[in-house]
C-alpha cells in the first residue's frame, strides 16, 4: 500500500488543482449515444482485444495508491461510446482504444479520420456506428499520422480498394518505428504501456493519452493505396472540402492537420491533446521540436482562430465553441513554446538536463490547466527532449563521456560501499525515510551487480511501487511498476509479436524498405571476407535491385550492376517468404522457382547472415 511519503505527494496534487472543475466531464460526455453492452471486444480466437469493463474500478473514489490527477484523467478516459459531435456530420468512437476513431458525412457515405490500432477494435466501432448511422459506404480514410494506434485497424473498416489519404512520408515513418526500429520500440513499450500489469488500482489504471491499446491483428494499408497530401491545400473528398496543413517534427515525423469550413470543426489530429504530450517519448522514437510543434499550433490560431467552433483529435473528447477553443489552442501551443525556450535559455546558462528539470516550472496559467498537465509527457523528460535536439546525449561533462558499463558500475559500487549487505542497509534506511531515489541508486548498482540477491530485487521492486503510486504521469507509473513487475520475475503476459511475420504489416513495405530492413538485421561477423555484388530482377512488380555486399556491410541500389557476381529472378512474395525465414532458400534455387546465374552461395551467404531479433531483452538487469 501507500506509505505515508507517497500519501503526501499525492494530497499535494489535490491542494493544486480545482478537483470542482466538471468541464471536461460535460464535454466528455456530450453527445453520447451507445455503446456496447457488454463492454468487451474479442478477437477471432475469442481473446480479449478491449475490455471497458475492467475500468469499472474508476468510478469509485481515488485510493491512495494513484495520483489524484492521474485517476481523474483515467476516468474521463474511460468514457466509451459512439458520440455526435456535430449532428448528422461529425461522429466519433472513443474509448475502444488508445485512440479515436472519426466518421465525418460526405455526399456519398463516409470518411473514416484513423482506425485504431487493430482490426478488433475498428470492426467493433464500425458495428457500432453503422447499428446507429446507418449502412452508407467507407467512401475515404484519413489517416492523420504515422503512429500504429492510428492505422493499425485499417482493414477493419476498408480495403484494397478504399482511397487513403496520408501525409508525405507516412508510410516510409511508419516502417521506419515498426519495423527498423520495432523489437526495441516494442520491448521498451510494453513498459511505457503497463502491458504485463494488471488492470487494478495498484497496479495499470490508463495511459493518459487513452485507457490502453487494444490488441489483436495490426493490419496497415498497402503502400501503393495511400495518396500524400503535402504542405498545405484544400481537397474535396467525397463532395467535402477540407483544408490540409502539414506538420511534420512535431507530435510525428509524418503529420497533418485540418479543418472542415462547412462545419466549422477542426481536426487537430495528435498535435493539440487534453494531456502534456512527449517532446520524446519513453518508448523511443525521434525527438520532437516544441517550436515547430508551437508555430503549427499558432498557424493554425492565425487561419482558422476567428471562425472555429469546434476542436476533434485523434486522441480525448472535443471542445466546443469559439472562444474555448482559442483558449485551449493558445495554452497548448505556449505549454510546447516555454518548455522549448527555457530549455535553451538555461543551457544556456551552463546547466545540464537533469540540473534544469529542477529548476524550471512551467508559470500558473499552464500548470493549473488539466490539458497541460504531466498524463503522458511529463515537463522532466520533455526538458531533456529540448536539451538532447539542440546539444545531443553528452553534458559537457568528461566524466560522462567514457563511462563503465551498467553491470561493471554496479560491482565497482557495490566493492566500494562495502559489500552487498552493506547497500541494502543503506538502501532500505533511504526506503524508510522516503528517500526514493537514492534508495534506486544504490539498489539499480546492486541488482546489475548481482541479478541474484533477491533481497535487492524485492527492496527494488517495493520503491519503484512507491515512485509510481504518487506519479502524475500515467507512463511513469506504468514504467515503475513494470520494472517491479520484472524484478519479482512475474508472469510475462504480453510479448509482441514478430511485425516481419505479420503479412498484414509487410503489404505497407516497399522492396526498399525490405531491403533496408536486411541491413539492419546482418550479423557482420557473417560477412567476414563477402564481396558480392548481387542482381536482382522482381518481374513481377518490375523493379531490379542490387545489393552489394563488402567490409560486412550491406549497401542497396535500385539499378543493376554493371559487374555482378550473382544474378537471380525472383518475386517480391518470395522474398518476404526467405527473409522471414518461411521458405527454404536453397529448395526455391533446386526446384527453379528462382532463376539464377552465377555462384548461388552469394544468395545463401546473404540471408543467412540475417541475425535472430530479440522481443524480451532484460532492462532492470543485465
Known amino acids: 500500500m501507500a506509505s505515508s511519503f507517497t500519501k503526501e505527494l499525492n494530497n499535494n496534487c489535490l491542494r493544486q488543482l480545482d478537483f470542482n472543475d466538471n468541464r471536461d466531464f460535460e464535454d466528455a460526455q456530450r453527445g453520447f449515444i451507445g455503446t456496447i453492452e457488454d463492454g468487451i471486444i474479442l478477437t477471432k480466437e475469442g481473446n480479449i482485444s478491449y475490455s471497458m469493463k475492467s475500468y ?22 474511460r468514457i466509451h461510446g459512439l458520440f455526435e459531435v456535430l449532428k448528422d456530420k461529425i461522429y466519433q468512437i472513443r474509448g475502444f482504444d488508445i485512440s479515436n476513431m472519426t466518421f465525418v458525412k460526405g455526399e456519398k457515405g463516409w470518411i473514416v479520420i484513423d482506425t485504431l490500432t487493430t482490426v478488433e477494435a475498428s470492426s467493433a466501432g464500425l458495428s457500432l456506428f453503422r447499428k446507429h448511422c446507418g449502412e452508407l459506404p467507407i467512401t475515404a480514410v484519413i489517416i492523420t499520422h504515422s503512429h500504429g494506434d492510428h492505422c493499425g485497424g485499417f482493414l477493419g473498416v476498408g480495403t484494397d480498394e478504399t482511397k487513403v489519404y496520408v501525409p508525405p512520408n507516412m508510410v516510409n515513418e511508419l516502417i521506419s518505428e515498426n519495423i527498423f526500429a520495432g523489437p526495441a520500440m516494442d520491448r521498451r513499450s510494453i513498459y511505457m504501456y503497463g502491458q504485463n500489469l494488471t488492470t487494478e488500482p495498484t ?111 485523434s486522441h480525448h473528447w472535443p471542445t466546443w465553441g469559439n472562444k474555448r477553443v482559442n483558449e485551449y489552442w493558445e495554452k497548448q501551443r505556449d505549454l510546447y513554446k516555454f518548455i522549448h525556450d527555457q530549455t535553451l535559455r538555461y543551457a544556456n546558462l551552463g546547466y545540464t538536463p537533469n540540473e534544469i528539470v529542477n529548476l524550471l516550472k512551467l508559470p500558473d496559467s499552464l500548470a493549473k490547466e488539466f490539458y497541460c498537465r504531466d498524463y503522458y509527457g511529463s515537463l522532466s523528460h520533455n526538458i531533456k527532449g529540448q536539451y538532447q535536439l539542440y546539444i545531443g546525449w553528452y553534458d559537457g561533462n568528461p566524466a560522462h563521456l567514457d563511462q563503465l558499463q551498467p553491470s561493471d558500475l554496479g560491482k565497482k559500487y557495490v566493492e566500494a560501499l562495502g559489500g552487498e549487505d552493506k547497500v541494502l542497509d543503506l538502501a532500505q534506511k533511504a526506503f524508510d525515510k522516503g528517500e526514493y531515489k537514492w534508495a534506486v541508486e544504490l539498489l539499480n548498482h546492486l541488482v546489475f551487480s548481482n541479478p541474484n540477491n533477491e533481497q535487492a530485487r524485492l527492496l527494488l521492486a517495493n520503491v519503484y511501487t512507491q515512485m509510481a503510486f504518487s506519479q502524475e504521469c500515467a507512463v511513469w507509473r506504468n514504467i515503475y511498476l513494470s520494472g517491479a513487475h520484472d524484478l519479482r520475475r512475474e508472469p510475462i503476459t504480453m510479448a509482441k509479436s514478430d511485425n516481419l511475420k505479420n503479412p498484414y504489416v509487410l503489404r505497407s513495405m516497399n522492396l526498399t524498405h525490405i531491403f533496408d530492413t536486411l541491413c539492419i538485421m546482418v550479423d557482420p561477423s557473417k560477412l567476414i571476407g563477402a564481396d558480392w555484388r548481387i542482381n536482382l530482377f522482381f518481374d513481377d512488380v518490375k523493379e531490379n535491385y542490387c545489393v552489394i555486399v563488402k567490409n560486412c556491410v550491406v549497401n542497396i541500389r535500385n539499378n543493376l550492376h554493371k559487374q555482378p557476381t550473382f544474378t537471380a529472378h525472383v518475386t517480391r512474395e518470395l522474398l518476404l517468404g526467405i527473409f522471414a525465414k518461411q521458405v527454404n532458400l536453397q529448395e526455391l534455387v533446386q526446384s527453379g522457382k528462382i532463376q539464377i546465374s552465377g555462384n548461388p552461395m552469394h544468395l545463401f551467404g546473404l540471408f543467412a547472415s540475417i541475425g535472430v531479433q530479440n522481443h524480451q531483452f532484460n532492462i532492470i538487469e543485465p
Open 56 to 77: 469499472d474500478f474508476l468510478k469509485d473514489k481515488c485510493p491512495d495508491t494513484v495520483n489524484p490527477s492521474l485517476w481523474r484523467q483515467c476516468q474521463l478516459n
Open 203 to 313: 497496479q495499470f489504471v490508463g495511459n493518459g493519452l487513452g485507457q490502453q491499446l487494444s490488441h489483436g491483428l495490426n493490419a496497415f494499408p498497402k503502400y501503393s493505396q495511400c495518396i500524400e497530401i503535402k504542405g498545405e491545400q484544400e481537397i474535396i473528398i467525397d463532395g467535402i472540402n477540407f483544408h490540409f496543413i502539414e506538420t511534420p517534427g512535431a507530435e510525428a515525423p509524418s503529420e497533418f492537420v485540418f479543418y472542415i469550413p462547412s462545419m466549422k470543426a477542426f481536426c487537430a489530429s495528435e498535435e493539440i491533446n487534453h494531456i502534456m504530450h512527449n517532446l520524446i517519448t519513453l518508448r523511443g522514437a525521434k525527438v520532437r521540436n516544441g517550436k515547430l510543434w508551437a508555430n503549427y499550433i499558432d498557424h493554425v490560431i492565425e487561419k482558422f482562430g476567428d471562425d472555429v467552433e469546434i476542436n476533434f483529435g
